[in-house]
Every structure is written in structure tokens, then in C-alpha cells.
């Protein structure tokens, strides 16, 4: 066993046809598995994690499941609006966001904005934007626009425009600069020459990039209600609060279905444009 580890550590010498012996480089695999241990065991320490917690109390959850099922099925009717308006504040906010970001990511691309500090600028600005939850420019929202699905929809768009950005201009500095020199070249503007050399060639991709940001987007638009910015969130943290479980099961079988069905549908769609 001390010698598999050894050999590990310092792997044996390698003979070649022409008799010379090369002495292979030592694995780092063994550091990085006991870096990796020593990180859960401290990360465990930090955050009290607990398995005697787990196996006590982990039957609670199968108890809650028990509860939700069967779903209340009555209860189908009252889901339906607040459904509906969560799926328009995913599709209006994921509209909205992905338009913006057709712009920023041109600044953003190294091989369009040859302006350092405005690049620079950009960047970390969308940075800030992917850094803060959904959840938190939710409630950020409330408080500027009030109560209601406008905020919500606004949490969504700029969600939706960090995450494109950053997609879309990583795609934009792969592509062929030669059509854009060229149109740059006989008198274009540096915006006409994008949208007609470097948008036909990443249109594919960038559908693709919007369609993966709508099925993010239904899930993170369900729990916008519990800082009152609209959709089914409202409804589903009222009843966990009441403790209404079997209505709790009807929200989520109904959400399940929604998601699976936009999920498959997307998944179509960016098979054909792939």
C-alpha cells in the first residue's frame, strides 16, 4: 500500500526503445485531492454542518413531500393567473434584456471597442450587474417602481441583459473580422458594419443564448413574489406559510409542467438553429 503511494507521489522511471530512462513529472493529483479535503473539512467547521442533524431530522422533509401529494386539485384555477403572469414577466424580461444587450456587447468585444478605457468600463459594470441575485434587484425594484409585476419584469430584464452580455460578446470575439474590416473600409460606421458582418454570424447563437436565458428565467420569475414583485411567488409563500401543503403541491406539479414544457421547446428550437 506505502508503495502504491509512493509511486503516486514520485512515478517510476519510463525505459524508451533506445535504452534511455525518462523520469516522468510528479502528479499534482494527490495535492489537489488533499487540498480538496482539507477545504470541506474547514468549510464543514464554518458552516456547522452537521450528518447526526441530517439523519434526526432529515425524515421531516419525506413527511412535508407526504403532505403535498396528492396535490389539490381544486385548487388548479387559483394557479392558473398567477402562472400566467410569471410566464409574461419571464418572456417580457428576457425580451427586454436580451435587445439591450446587443449594444453592450459590442462595447464589451476586444475586437470592436478598440477603446480601453470605455472596454474596461463596460466590463465591470456587467460584472456588478451578473453579481447581484435576481432576488435582490427584485427588492431593489419594489422599492423604486412599488408592488407589482413591472418590478418583477425590470428584475428580470436586467438579469437577463448581464447574462447575455457576457455570452455574447465572448461568441462575438471569435468570429471572422474580415467582412466587418471590409465594410469598414468602403465608409461604414463601426455600428453599421456590426450589424451587417458580425450579426449574421453569431444570430444562431445569440437566439440560442436568449432561448437558455427564458428557461432560467421562468424558475428565478416563480419566487419573485416573495418580495412582491409579482407571479406565482406570492401565492406559494402565502400557503408554505399556512402550511396549506397539498395546495403548495398543486403550484409546483403546475410550475414542473410549465418549465418542462418551455425547457423541451427551447431545446428544439436551438437544435434547429445549431
Known sequence: ???KIKNIFKPEKIILNNGKEVQPKASVAPFVIIGLFLS???AGDVTGFNFETIIKRGNEFFVILKDMFPPNFDYMKTVIPPLIETIKISVLGSLIGSFIAIPFAMLCSV???KSKIILNLVRVVMSITRTLPTLIIALISTYI???GTFAGTVAISIFTFGIVTKMLYE???TVDMGPFEAMEAVGATRVKAFVGAIMPQIMPSYLSIC???LE???RAAAILGYVGAGGIGLIL???IGWREYDRVGMILVMLFITVLIIENGSKYIRERLG
Do not use: D, Q, R
Request: zero cysteines.
Open 171 to 173: 461568441k462575438v470575439e
Open 145 to 147: 417602481f412599488g408592488l
Open 211 to 213: 432561448l437558455y436565458s
Open 40 to 42: 470541506l473539512i474547514v
Open 237 to 239: 409563500n402565502e400557503k
Open 1 to 3: 500500500m506505502l508503495g
Open 111 to 113: 475586437n470592436i471597442n
Open 216 to 218: 432560467i428565467n421562468v
